[in-house]
Structure formats: structure tokens, C-alpha cells
């Protein structure tokens, strides 16, 4: 049995569409992001760079732990600042390193993630939980610290679906797993997106992340270098020279067309 099912009813109705125009975030005085610019559309959208780059820092400004600065539009209307307005406005994030409870049980974390909702709309999306991550049901009074990597991943990414998001980060959510979990869980980010909740990921498995998002933006020294397709990235030269260790296939001297490239920052 696989963790999920072949669609995902958590999750809002309407597609979740972010701006980010001009964003600026760090740490203290030590600015890591600089007048960053970026569109998450609909789909599945993901954030790519070496470490240091900036990624966490992205996902952090945006979900309010930490202060930012510029524009940022959540379907036409600014982002709040604190947390728990971003939530109830419909983003949800998965943080590195799953940031589970693990003294309490798999059903005790997910009600954590309904916690803003009535005790009936609770229950109702718990059960549906269950649905969309029948192996989670098997698992539900065991202690999310008893678990392995991968499932406290899936425990983690079903937790932030209990908020119905509408828009669903996730940072580096392959760390640490064996290669068959990592395949499992990046085919529910598919899915979820595929179901109608917009999904930003940041993923250190460049070649794979590509695989099944729409688009992508590489970042490094907390400026945007590259984005474009997915598909046109994993073809680029910024892409295969510095993340997938190969240079790009060269371009046929008899074809009669230009091959689009990714857009450089």
C-alpha cells in the first residue's frame, strides 16, 4: 500500500497565487535576501541553489518567522506579517526536519495542524487525513518519535494539510530519506498540486525536483541566477554544469530552430 491516495481532498478549493516583488530578508542586520523578485504560480513550483543560497530564508520571510521587507501578494492582497494571519489566510509550511512532536501520537501531531478550526471541522478533515494517507490511519496511535525519517515526513506534510492550505511550502522535504521514500514523497507533492493546492518546494535533489515540478528559480548568494520550465532548466548550462555535474547536450549545427533557454536573472 502506498502512503497516499491517488488524490488529495484536504486542501482549498481555489488556487493560491503569489507575487513576491522586491523582498528583502536575513537575520539581525545581516541581510541574506536582496530585492528578490519571483512568481509562484499554480502548480507545483520549485526552489533550487547550493546551501547558503537563501532557500530556508525564502520560505521563512514568507510564512512570517522572520521579518521581511518589499511586497508580497497572496492572490491580489498583501501577505500579513505574523504567522498565524498567514495561516488562516491559507499557506501552510513543512520545515526542515519535520518539527513533530514526538511524544505524542500520529493523530495528537495531525489535530495540531487543524488546531484553528472548530472541534467537528477537526475531526472531519482528521478522518479525511486518514483518507488521503490511508498508511497514516495504521499508524495513528504510535509515537511520532518511533517513526522513521520517511514516515515522520509523511506525518509532517499531513499536518500542514490538515490547515487546508491553499498554498503548501516545503522545505527540503528529502533529507535524509532512503532513494523508494524519496520518489513516494515527491510524487504526493505532484499529486497534492495536481488536486488544486498550489505547492513551493525547496529541494536539494535537483534532478528529481525537476522531474515533477512545472517551473523553477535558482538562487545563489540570495539572488535569482535562473528560472524558467522545469523541463528547460534541467537543460540548462547553470543547471547541468553546476548541480547535475554535466555539460549540456550540444545543439545539432542542422537544425533550422534556437532552443528557448531559462530566464537569467
Known amino acids: 500500500m502506498m502512503w497516499y491516495a491517488p488524490s488529495f481532498v484536504l486542501g482549498a478549493s481555489g488556487h493560491a497565487h503569489l507575487k513576491v516583488q522586491g523582498l528583502s530578508a536575513g537575520y539581525g542586520a545581516f541581510l541574506v535576501l536582496r530585492d ?38 497572496l492572490n491580489g492582497q498583501a501577505l500579513p ?33 487543524g488546531w484553528l478550526v472548530g472541534k467537528a471541522e477537526r475531526t472531519r478533515r482528521l478522518e479525511q487525513a486518514f483518507t488521503d494517507f490511508p498508511k497514516l490511519r495504521e499508524r495513528a496511535q504510535q509515537l511520532a518519535g518511533t517513526m522513521s525519517g520517511g514516515e515522520q515526513q509523511m506525518v509532517a506534510v499531513a499536518r500542514a494539510m490538515m490547515s487546508a492550505p491553499r498554498l503548501l511550502m516545503l522545505d527540503e522535504p528529502s533529507l535524509g530519506l532512503a532513494p523508494r521514500m524519496v520518489d513516494e514523497l515527491l510524487a504526493i507533492t505532484r499529486r497534492i498540486a495536481d488536486s488544486g493546492t498550489t505547492v513551493l518546494m525547496v529541494e536539494q535533489n535537483v534532478k528529481k525536483a525537476l522531474a515533477v515540478a512545472d517551473r523553477g528559480y535558482v538562487l545563489e548568494r540570495g539572488t535569482l541566477v535562473a528560472s524558467g520550465p522545469a523541463a ?4 540548462s548550462t547553470v543547471i547541468r554544469e553546476a548541480y547535475l555535474g554535466a555539460a549540456p547536450a550540444p545543439v545539432s549545427s542542422t537544425s533550422n530552430s534556437t532552443p528557448s533557454s531559462p530566464v537569467r536573472a
Open 232 to 235: 528547460l532548466l534541467a537543460r
Open 81 to 113: 506579517v505574523k504567522t498565524s494571519e498567514i495561516v488562516q489566510r491559507g499557506m501552510a509550511l513543512v520545515a526542515e526536519g519535520r518539527q513533530l512532536f514526538p511524544q505524542m501520537t500520529v493523530t495528537e501531531n495531525l489535530e495540531l495542524g
Open 36 to 73: 528578490l523578485t519571483l512568481e509562484i504560480k499554480p502548480g507545483l513550483t520549485v526552489i533550487l541553489g547550493p546551501n547558503g543560497a537563501g532557500k530556508t530564508t525564502l520560505l521563512k520571510a514568507l510564512s512570517g518567522l522572520i521579518p521581511r521587507g518589499g511586497e508580497v501578494l
